[in-house]
């Protein structure tokens, strides 16, 4: 079993940064792929990126693109959500979530089997 711990949401002025952590209880299988989901009020929950703990390939989101940065410290098995030019769209439930690598695609919920608590971000205009 993995645990999953989001921190480093809050309130932020739109243009603004925020970072946002995510740590595992203990390190996943070096094949895994660690992912960002938020879910705003009302809404599906949708991918934002993923990293993979064995060679940092990253995926990202055609909204988050350019303005959002996922990266990975593995002697502390954190992966960590690097948040740009914040606008008053991104303002959800951020979420960390982890998948094997036969559990189906990146960009899917239903493949990540861990997920953790998740962490406001509101973005004011």
């Known amino acids: 079993q993995v645990q999953l711990v989001e921190s480093g949401g809050g309130l932020v002025q739109a243009g603004g940064s925020l970072r946002l952590s995510c740590a595992a209880s203990?390190?996943?299988?070096?094949?895994?792929?660690m992912g960002w989901f938020r879910q705003a009020p009302g809404a599906e929950r949708e991918f934002v990126g993923a990293?993979?703990?064995?060679?940092?390939?990253?995926y990202y989101a055609d909204s988050v693109k350019g303005r959002f940065t996922i990266s990975s410290n593995n002697a502390n098995n954190t992966v960590y959500l690097q948040m740009n030019s914040l606008k008053p769209e991104d303002t959800a439930v951020y979420y960390c979530?982890?998948?094997?690598?036969?559990?189906?695609?990146?960009?899917?919920?239903?493949?990540?089997?861990?997920w953790g608590q998740g962490t406001q971000v509101t973005v004011s205009s």
């Open positions: 979530a982890a998948k094997s690598p036969w559990s189906g695609s990146n960009l899917l919920v239903r493949a990540y089997a861990y």
């Open positions: 203990r390190r996943t299988a070096s094949t895994y792929t």
């Open positions: 990293i993979t703990w064995s060679g940092g390939s990253t």
